[in-house]
């Protein structure tokens, strides 16, 4: 067991197959809260499945446990790949691994009872953010060693969204969750709205776009075997993605009585985020230009553009909706669940997914099992989500356009039945997608075809 946690590069394959199976369980409980929705009564006298208590199970599992785990483990490899050197501690990173873990296995444990903080993206105890917080502290320490002992001079900008995610993460999450208040983690009154969505937006935002955006950097280059289109451009939108960022939590409480310089800074600064993430996208398009055959025929990187795809559409809604004309219409309702499913889905999972496929033959010295299945895990995941988010906006559309003339909430609710089926229909695609995925895993750990020496040298000269 010792000789394992010190073998190379060992923390970052846990890390991965946890977030896969992360990515089972967020699904199933995802598939519950569907069930939900279409028939409240179910799982009647089933306390730990009401849907109050499963469905931050789902969020929270899915957040910090398929995309977030799953990115940490792709960014634990590239990151010394592209430094030249090994991670400073394997047994350092190991600690991170159960530490982070723990924090997400205690939200199927603790919501299912009723422990929870109760607001939404902060609903770990105080118990869960300490062990979050020491994983990352952990992890900091590491990065920074490895840099220190880095071989290479140049820091690729894969490193710049590394490091920055977790020194964003420290700096952020014991401010929005409020960890100086044990006992209730938030503060009284409306002041803590302004605190909640601090971290509620800076989560996506500085946490899963940072490491989404590094894995992304890495892959794109490698699969079509062209250098980044422009390094500088790059240095540009991760600067840009900071300054904009952390300022427009407040356009989720637009409607309440919170300062109008906040409000008007929220809005301008959701606006402005068109810009990085135009850098981003278009950065990556022409280092893809003229090799669009390889990215198509990489299941990988056909994943992993897929998530840029989903990184535009989320990128556009995002701005328009908090406008506070647009938001009279399209906030508190299904609108706001779809474009929540195409940013951690459909942005952080794919590419997620992505990198976890083009990493796991060169940390796991075995060829993928099926790469026909990584290709169906796409298929089911587009299909399901693509559907996901037109149910979903056509549902909010339809309620808040019901509501914003006056109509009562249970009037509106018969016209949401056909939009909650088909939505409970399309999680099973999603559901089918993530079960593909860990068994292909499973099955190319288990008896994926070995990798030569020269091929694994060859993968590792090229990162």
Same mark, same amino acid.
């Given at each position: 067991?010792?000789?394992?946690?010190?073998?190379?590069?060992?923390?970052?394959?846990?890390?991965?197959?946890?977030?896969?199976?992360?990515f089972v369980v967020g699904?199933?409980?995802?598939?519950?809260?569907?069930?939900?929705?279409?028939?409240?009564?179910?799982?009647?006298?089933?306390?730990?499945?009401?849907?109050?208590?499963?469905?931050?199970?789902?969020?929270?599992?899915?957040?910090?446990?398929?995309?977030?785990?799953?990115?940490?483990?792709?960014?634990?490899?590239?990151?010394?790949?592209?430094?030249?050197?090994?991670?400073?501690?394997?047994?350092?990173?190991?600690?991170?691994?159960?530490?982070?873990?723990?924090?997400?296995?205690?939200?199927?444990?603790?919501?299912?009872?009723?422990?929870?903080?109760?607001?939404?993206?902060?609903?770990?105890?105080?118990?869960?953010?300490?062990?979050?917080?020491?994983?990352?502290?952990?992890?900091?320490?590491?990065?920074?060693?490895?840099?220190?002992?880095?071989?290479?001079?140049?820091?690729?900008?894969?490193?710049?969204?590394?490091?920055?995610?977790?020194?964003?993460?420290?700096?952020?999450?014991?401010?929005?969750?409020?960890?100086?208040?044990?006992?209730?983690?938030?503060?009284?009154?409306?002041?803590?709205?302004?605190?909640?969505?601090?971290?509620?937006?800076?989560?996506?935002?500085?946490?899963?776009?940072?490491? @989404?955006? !590094? #894995?992304?950097?890495?892959? $794109? /280059?490698?699969?079509?075997?062209?250098?980044?289109? =422009?390094?500088? &451009?790059?240095?540009?939108?991760?600067?840009?993605?900071?300054?904009?960022?952390t300022h427009i939590g407040?356009?989720?409480?637009?409607?309440?009585?919170?300062?109008?310089?906040?409000?008007?800074?929220?809005?301008?600064?959701?606006?402005?985020?068109?810009?990085?993430?135009?850098?981003?996208?278009?950065?990556?398009?022409?280092?893809?230009?003229?090799?669009?055959?390889?990215?198509?025929?990489?299941?990988?990187?056909?994943?992993?553009?897929?998530?840029?795809?989903?990184?535009?559409?989320?990128?556009?809604?995002?701005?328009?909706?908090?406008?506070?004309?647009?938001?009279?219409?399209?906030?508190?309702?299904?609108?706001?669940?779809?474009?929540?499913?195409?940013?951690?889905?459909?942005?952080?999972?794919?590419? @997620?997914? !992505? #990198?976890?496929?083009?990493? $796991? /033959?060169?940390?796991?010295?075995?060829?993928?099992? =099926?790469?026909? &299945?990584?290709?169906?895990?796409?298929?089911?995941?587009?299909?399901?989500?693509?559907?996901?988010?037109?149910?979903?906006?056509?549902?909010?559309?339809?309620?808040?356009?019901?509501?914003?003339?006056?109509?009562?909430?249970y009037r509106v609710l018969?016209?949401?039945?056909?939009?909650?089926?088909?939505?409970?229909?399309?999680?099973?695609?999603?559901?089918?997608?993530?079960?593909?995925?860990?068994?292909?895993?499973?099955?190319?750990?288990?008896?994926?075809?070995?990798?030569?020496?020269?091929?694994?040298?060859?993968?590792?000269?090229?990162?």
């Open positions: 067991m010792i000789k394992f946690i010190e073998k190379p590069q060992s923390a970052a394959l846990a890390f991965m197959v946890a977030g896969a199976v992360w699904a199933l409980y995802g598939m519950v809260s569907a069930i939900h929705l279409v028939s409240p009564e179910f799982f009647s006298n089933i306390p730990w499945l009401v849907f109050g208590r499963e469905r931050p199970i789902h969020v929270n599992t899915m957040l910090y446990g398929f995309v977030g785990t799953m990115l940490i483990g792709c960014g634990l490899y590239y990151m010394p790949a592209l430094l030249r050197t090994r991670l400073w501690s394997e047994p350092l990173a190991w600690t991170g691994f159960f530490l982070w873990n723990l924090t997400v296995a205690s939200g199927p444990l603790c919501f299912s009872f009723g422990y929870t903080q109760g607001r939404e993206y902060s609903e770990y105890v105080w118990l869960a953010d300490v062990s979050l917080m020491l994983s990352v502290v952990c992890i900091i320490c590491n990065l920074v060693m490895t840099i220190v002992n880095r071989a290479e001079q140049q820091l690729y900008v894969s490193v710049w969204y590394f490091m920055a995610a977790f020194l964003w993460t420290a700096g952020n999450y014991p401010l929005g969750n409020v960890m100086w208040h044990p006992a209730t983690g938030a503060m009284p009154g409306l002041i803590d709205s302004l605190f909640l969505w601090f971290w509620g937006h800076n989560l996506p935002g500085l946490l899963i776009t940072p490491l @989404a955006t !590094g #894995a992304a950097y890495f892959v $794109i /280059p490698r699969a079509t075997r062209t250098p980044l289109n =422009s390094h500088t &451009l790059s240095l540009v939108g991760f600067w840009m993605l900071v300054a904009l960022y407040g356009h989720h409480v637009l409607q309440s009585p919170i300062p109008n310089w906040l409000k008007t800074v929220s809005v301008v600064d959701s606006v402005a985020m068109v810009i990085p993430v135009s850098i981003v996208v278009l950065n990556l398009w022409m280092t893809a230009r003229g090799a669009g055959a390889r990215v198509w025929g990489d299941p990988a990187a056909r994943l992993v553009m897929g998530g840029i795809v989903w990184y535009i559409v989320t990128c556009i809604q995002g701005p328009l909706q908090s406008l506070p004309f647009l938001q009279r219409v399209t906030h508190f309702n299904n609108w706001t669940v779809g474009h929540a499913h195409i940013a951690m889905l459909g942005f952080g999972g794919y590419i @997620a997914l !992505g #990198a976890m496929w083009h990493i $796991i /033959p060169i940390v796991s010295g075995r060829e993928i099992y =099926s790469q026909k &299945l990584v290709s169906l895990q796409f298929g089911l995941l587009t299909f399901g989500l693509t559907g996901f988010f037109l149910v979903l906006t056509a549902a909010g559309l339809i309620q808040g356009s019901a509501w914003h003339n006056g109509e009562t909430v018969p016209e949401l039945a056909p939009f909650m089926a088909s939505r409970a229909a399309l999680g099973i695609f999603i559901l089918t997608g993530s079960l593909v995925g860990i068994f292909n895993l499973f099955m190319t750990l288990r008896h994926g075809r070995e990798l030569e020496v020269r091929q694994l040298q060859r993968a590792e000269e090229a990162a």
